[in-house]
């Protein structure tokens, strides 16, 4: 199973990431520095390297804004993700990177928002469609989600009302606040 985490490439704007900071500002939360934004698709069906790379770089990237890190995981899309810690998350086998400029600066926290088991994810269907049109014939499944970088000095409390109140929709999504 590989984990794909699309992320803007260093000289970019990440849009998405600064229209959190601009609400986590409007509801009151000082502290938070700069929110950084990236889509996560979790691919599970015994694909290779290469081609969870070509999936990433051909589909589900800009080539020109975005960049992506490939992840592989020994779990499965079936099994419950986001229930470990982001420590966990790290301990991949293998990693692939193809920017390394793009990692985030030091002192961040991580929210990483799912879509709970069970719950219809309308983007993953599409991917896994458009994974068949590149020529991948193999049976995959997907899982979307999306993970936001937050820089700046905040408690584990206040990470959480971040992840309630502007993030997650707690009745369909589940995340993590690390």
């Given at each position: 199973?590989?984990?794909?985490?699309?992320?803007?490439?260093?000289?970019?704007?990440?849009?998405?990431?600064?229209?959190?900071?601009?609400?986590?500002?409007?509801?009151?939360?000082?502290?938070?520095?700069?929110?950084?934004?990236?889509?996560?698709?979790?691919?599970?069906?015994?694909?290779?390297?290469?081609?969870?790379?070509?999936?990433?770089?051909?589909?589900?990237?800009?080539?020109?804004?975005?960049?992506?890190?490939?992840?592989?995981?020994?779990?499965?899309?079936?099994?419950?993700?986001?229930?470990?810690?982001?420590?966990?998350?790290?301990?991949?086998?293998?990693?692939?990177?193809?920017?390394?400029?793009?990692?985030?600066?030091?002192?961040?926290?991580?929210?990483?928002?799912?879509?709970?088991?069970?719950?219809?994810?309308?983007?993953?269907?599409?991917?896994?469609?458009?994974?068949?049109?590149?020529?991948?014939?193999?049976?995959?499944?997907?899982?979307?989600?999306?993970?936001?970088?937050?820089?700046?000095?905040?408690?584990?409390?206040?990470?959480?009302?971040?992840?309630?109140?502007?993030l997650a929709n707690t009745l369909v999504q589940e995340y993590v606040a690390q």
């Amino acid at each position: 199973m590989f984990e794909i985490e699309i992320r803007t490439k260093k000289g970019f704007k990440n849009s998405h990431g600064e229209h959190v900071l601009s609400d986590i500002s409007g509801i009151g939360i000082e502290g938070i520095t700069e929110v950084e934004y990236s889509s996560l698709y979790v691919i599970d069906g015994g694909i290779t390297s290469i081609e969870a790379g070509t999936i990433a770089l051909e589909l589900l990237s800009d080539k020109i804004t975005e960049t992506y890190i490939c992840r592989y995981e020994e779990r499965s899309v079936g099994e419950s993700l986001k229930t470990e810690s982001y420590a966990d998350i790290d301990g991949s086998k293998t990693a692939t990177c193809a920017d390394s400029a793009i990692c985030p600066h030091s002192a961040f926290f991580v929210i990483e928002v799912w879509y709970k088991k069970g719950v219809t994810d309308t983007v993953s269907e599409s991917v896994i469609k458009a994974v068949k049109d590149l020529g991948i014939e193999k049976e995959i499944k997907v899982k979307t989600g999306h993970k936001y970088y937050l820089y700046g000095k905040v408690s584990q409390t206040v990470l959480n009302y971040i992840a309630t109140k502007l993030l997650a929709n707690t009745l369909v999504q589940e995340y993590v606040a690390q």
